[in-house]
């Protein structure tokens, strides 16, 4: 499908985006609930020493895939759960 060769041509370029796109990429795989949790994985892990880069609007938006991660899979973790949920309750 042609979601599924953008979707393996982002995890082949991810570490070509920066924050904004990363951030960007996984909210709208949200937003048009995408299926496949490893572009997820992947997206989160690349943010994670990134997090500093990403306004509050982006930090709130990834809050909102987190959330729909453990909606859709919940025995799995999205890799910057913990790490928004500190940047909430702080």
Known sequence: ????????????RVGD???QDLANTAWAL?????KQHDLFTVL???LLDRLGALS???RSQLYLVAVYVRLEWPHL???LSAHLQSLRSG
Do not use: H, R
């Not at 499908?1 to 082949?12: P, Q, S």
């Not at 949200?30 to 995408?34: E, Q």
């Open 30 to 34: 949200a937003c048009i609930g995408w």
């Open 44 to 46: 989160g892990s690349a």
């Open 1 to 12: 499908t042609l979601l599924g060769a953008i979707a393996g041509a982002a995890v082949n």
């Open 17 to 19: 985006f920066n924050p």
């Open 56 to 58: 509050d609007t982006q």
């Open 77 to 79: 973790e999205f890799p």
